[in-house]
């Protein structure tokens, strides 16, 4: 079983799709790097993927930019698009990720390009994970970031983003199950058996213990403080 993670912004989707990909999820033969506070880390994103997407994204005239990133009218562009453009490198890519089965797809432009995909995808050989973060979580990750919310605008723009998703999923008969990173990492045992059962899938906590670095709570203290100077600093350029 073939697997996809969507996603509404930061939420642990590398990690678990690193955790996936040691579990023998094939995530491409060549996937993104990037920089971030503690350094360079895999995202686990196949670099053809994320070409095909801005590609798509290109060809829709839709842009993947602040609250642009999540228009659902922007999915329903990408749907009608199928029928009008040339697809024969997207089923080649398809052709490919299927020869290296299970696969697993991850970058955050899936969120609209989804909405192509599901055209040229064997659905019933597809899963999708929606994975998000504790609204609280997130807004001290964004806050850090200097990307400055308040927490109720976060966590009702969330909610509602990731609701709308999940009637999208279901309207259009996809597999797909909800999950908060954070619970996640909380319950791994339980989590790991929930997630097997669903895909279908031999995942271990070996393979987990591969990707994870769990952090100190003095650490976690230091985020959190850092996280309410940073939004005190900020408090009047805030998003509200």
Known sequence: MNVI?????????SVITGFLAKSGFWPGDDTVFKDNLTGKYETYENKKLVDLNNSLVKEAGVEFEGKARYDANARDKLNDIY???DTTKYNKFI??????SPWIW???RLFLTIGFWRNCLDLNNTK???LHRNSYELWKSLTIKRIIY???YLKNSEDKTR?????YLESNNFSFISLEYDQFTQDLVTSINKLNKFIGSNLKKENWDEIFQSTSKFSRYKRTLLAYLIYIKNYKSRIK
């Open 150 to 152: 308040s927490y109720r």
């Open 128 to 130: 999708v994970i929606v």
């Open 106 to 108: 991850k970058d955050p």
């Open 163 to 167: 609701y709308e998703l999940l009637n």
């Open 95 to 100: 052709e490919e990720c299927n020869s290296h």
């Open 5 to 13: 993670i969507l996603t509404t912004g930061i939420s642990g989707s």
């Open 83 to 85: 029928a009008e453009i």
